[in-house]
């Protein structure tokens, strides 16, 4: 009787311990795969810069891009109280909003390289600043109202927005870091379509 009680005992020890194995890989499979999924979305590019997947065209279309991006934020400030055209107010909106996130990346990833992010005040970058407006033009700028403001602002900011392009360019043939190869795409695209606009807004003056 004793012998067939420890029997019973040790089956359902057995049949227990291999339902909870079961259960242990189903979980288990369950979350690796979750895990791995989650690892190649969101948690990617955090992962490649932490490793440092980049290279000096990356750190170098970062350290130019956030003076850049800044002086053209200062432009748009100017629009709401000086534009007269209501699509200059609209586009100089619209390029705050798409460049300032872009600023708090581009540092982010600087940061996470081990990198120094540009001063805020610096607003001219060496030879990565292309189509960057000096002091002159900038004061000129301030000083200007209504179609004069307007006419200058596109004028100028399609210089700058080239400029911009032309660096996104060189990050996009020359970088090793995906997410800022797909930012420079962005400004690609984004940029070249506003100095469609600008040249278009021009043409009606």
Do not use: Y
């Amino acid at each position: 009787m004793t012998a067939h009680r420890s029997l019973i005992r040790r089956t359902a020890t057995v049949a227990a311990a291999g339902a909870a194995g079961l259960v242990l890989a189903a979980c288990g499979s369950n979350s690796d795969g979750s895990a791995g999924d989650g690892g190649r979305t969101s948690a990617a590019p955090a992962a490649s810069a932490s490793q440092g997947q980049h290279n000096a065209a990356d750190v170098a279309f970062a350290k130019g891009m956030i003076p850049h991006h800044r002086q053209a934020i200062q432009m748009a400030d100017l629009a709401p109280t000086r534009a007269e055209s209501a699509e200059v107010k609209k586009l100089a909106d619209e390029i705050k909003k798409a460049q300032d996130p872009e600023i708090k990346t581009l540092s982010g990833w600087l940061t996470s390289w081990g990198e120094d992010v540009p001063a805020e005040g610096a607003m001219e970058h060496g030879g990565h600043g292309g189509g960057m407006m000096t002091a002159e033009e900038m004061t000129k700028l301030e000083q200007s109202s209504g179609k004069a403001f307007d006419t200058a602002f596109m004028e100028l900011m399609i210089k700058h927005h080239e400029g911009a392009v032309a660096m996104a360019k060189t990050e996009k043939s020359q970088g090793a870091f995906q997410p800022a190869k797909d930012m420079a795409g962005n400004i690609i695209a984004s940029q070249t379509a506003e100095i469609t606009r600008m040249n278009t807004l021009l043409g009606k003056h």
